[in-house]
């Protein structure tokens, strides 16, 4: 370790301590080191036409909507996880930035949404699906109304999945909800994998590990799986062989949602992640949150909710979740 690196260590040390984060682990790494509560996971996508997005994914995904801001639409995929739909003219990103992101979509219903989604038309990367016997994983790769890829998933028993299964099995399926759902009764989603591209795997491993406290899953060689929520996980993969290459921007927010938001802060603030807030919002009476920037410049957003008659809906659903 360097003198560098020491030094962010021991900034980091020194923060968990004061904020009473937790004890040392066993060998004192960062890593053990941050029991923060993350209660969710989500990401924001960023459209010219919301209002499509919105059908798109409420009626042709069934996926409720847990939040309505007007201007973004909190939608619950899985027990813990979110996606939220933006309008492109106000969020922090728009929509004519590069989609370098994908979106797994953990379903055991594989083959029922590969026959449903062709028959509504909805446009695929491929036109083959093809299930492997003994696979780790199989899929198909949609594409939402602006191009952001929604990849539908099964994680089969595999030695590659012998700690995710287990997590997997414990998730009920959250089946189609929406109130203008055309899903087929039986189909839904009981995980999300947020899949981020990278330059860097090797430090990226290293940075959502001990700067932020996850802990690995699976490990696919040139992708990896972490849990951040209870269905809500993170996926960096080497871009070079990947779906997407490395972009500078990308038009996304991995936002975490969390009651311990004054703790995340002064973690992220003393060394974890480049700020890009400077304090912690505290104008908009939905919702307190801050923003930082990983290594390789996505948008990380930490979100703590706020009793508010538009977030009666998703404080319900985390609630319900946590217990």
């Given at each position: 370790?360097?003198?560098?690196?020491m030094?962010?260590?021991l900034?980091?040390?020194?923060?968990?301590?004061?904020?009473?984060?937790?004890?040392?682990?066993?060998?004192?790494?960062?890593?053990?080191?941050?029991?923060?509560?993350?209660?969710?996971?989500?990401?924001?996508?960023?459209?010219?036409?919301?209002?499509?997005?919105?059908?798109?994914?409420?009626?042709?995904?069934?996926?409720?909507?847990?939040?309505?801001?007007?201007?973004?639409?909190?939608?619950?995929?899985?027990?813990?996880?979110?996606?939220?739909?933006?309008?492109?003219?106000?969020?922090?990103?728009?929509?004519?930035?590069?989609?370098?992101?994908?979106?797994?979509?953990?379903?055991?219903?594989?083959?029922?949404?590969?026959?449903?989604?062709?028959?509504?038309?909805?446009?695929?990367?491929?036109?083959?699906?093809?299930?492997?016997?003994?696979?780790?994983?199989?899929?198909?790769?949609?594409?939402?109304?602006?191009?952001?890829?929604?990849?539908?998933?099964?994680?089969?028993?595999?030695?590659?999945?012998?700690?995710?299964?287990?997590?997997?099995?414990?998730?009920?399926?959250?089946?189609?909800?929406?109130?203008?759902?055309?899903?087929?009764?039986?189909?839904?989603?009981k995980?999300?994998?947020?899949?981020?591209?990278?330059?860097?795997?090797?430090?990226?491993?290293?940075?959502w590990?001990?700067?932020?406290?996850?802990?690995?899953?699976?490990?696919?060689g040139?992708?990896?799986?972490?849990?951040?929520?209870?269905?809500?996980?993170?996926?960096?993969?080497?871009?070079?062989?990947?779906?997407?290459?490395?972009?500078?921007?990308?038009?996304?927010?991995?936002?975490?949602?969390?009651?311990?938001?004054?703790?995340?802060?002064?973690?992220?603030?003393?060394?974890?992640?480049?700020?890009r807030?400077?304090?912690?919002?505290?104008?908009?009476?939905?919702?307190?949150?801050?923003?930082?920037?990983?290594?390789?410049?996505?948008?990380?957003?930490?979100?703590?909710?706020?009793?508010h008659?538009d977030?009666?809906?998703?404080?319900?659903?985390i609630?319900?979740?946590s217990?």
């Amino acid at each position: 370790m360097n003198e560098g690196q020491m030094k962010k260590t021991l900034a980091i040390l020194f923060t968990l301590m004061t904020i009473g984060c937790g004890n040392e682990g066993d060998n004192g790494t960062p890593h053990e080191m941050i029991p923060l509560e993350i209660v969710g996971s989500n990401a924001f996508w960023y459209y010219n036409d919301l209002d499509a997005a919105t059908d798109f994914y409420t009626k042709t995904l069934g996926l409720k909507i847990a939040a309505d801001y007007g201007y973004a639409k909190i939608l619950q995929v899985a027990g813990s996880s979110y996606l939220t739909l933006v309008d492109g003219t106000m969020g922090m990103h728009t929509p004519d930035e590069p989609k370098t992101v994908a979106l797994a979509l953990v379903t055991d219903q594989l083959d029922e949404w590969w026959d449903y989604l062709n028959l509504q038309g909805v446009e695929m990367r491929s036109d083959e699906y093809s299930p492997t016997e003994n696979s780790a994983h199989d899929g198909f790769v949609a594409y939402d109304p602006e191009g952001y890829y929604l990849e539908f998933e099964r994680f089969n028993p595999h030695p590659e999945n012998e700690r995710f299964i287990p997590i997997l099995d414990r998730a009920e399926t959250v089946f189609a909800q929406g109130a203008d759902s055309e899903v087929p009764p039986g189909l839904g989603f009981k995980a999300t994998v947020l899949w981020l591209y990278y330059r860097d795997l090797p430090g990226m491993e290293a940075f959502w590990e001990n700067e932020i406290g996850l802990d690995m899953v699976a490990d696919q060689g040139w992708a990896k799986v972490y849990q951040a929520s209870s269905t809500g996980f993170i996926g960096p993969v080497d871009e070079t062989l990947g779906m997407h290459s490395y972009t500078d921007q990308k038009a996304v927010n991995i936002s975490f949602l969390t009651t311990q938001l004054d703790e995340w802060f002064e973690h992220a603030r003393a060394g974890s992640l480049e700020m890009r807030s400077q304090s912690i919002e505290e104008e908009n009476p939905r919702y307190r949150a801050f923003v930082g920037y990983d290594p390789e410049g996505y948008y990380l957003e930490f979100d703590s909710f706020l009793p508010h008659e538009d977030n009666e809906e998703l404080l319900r659903i985390i609630d319900q979740d946590s217990n």
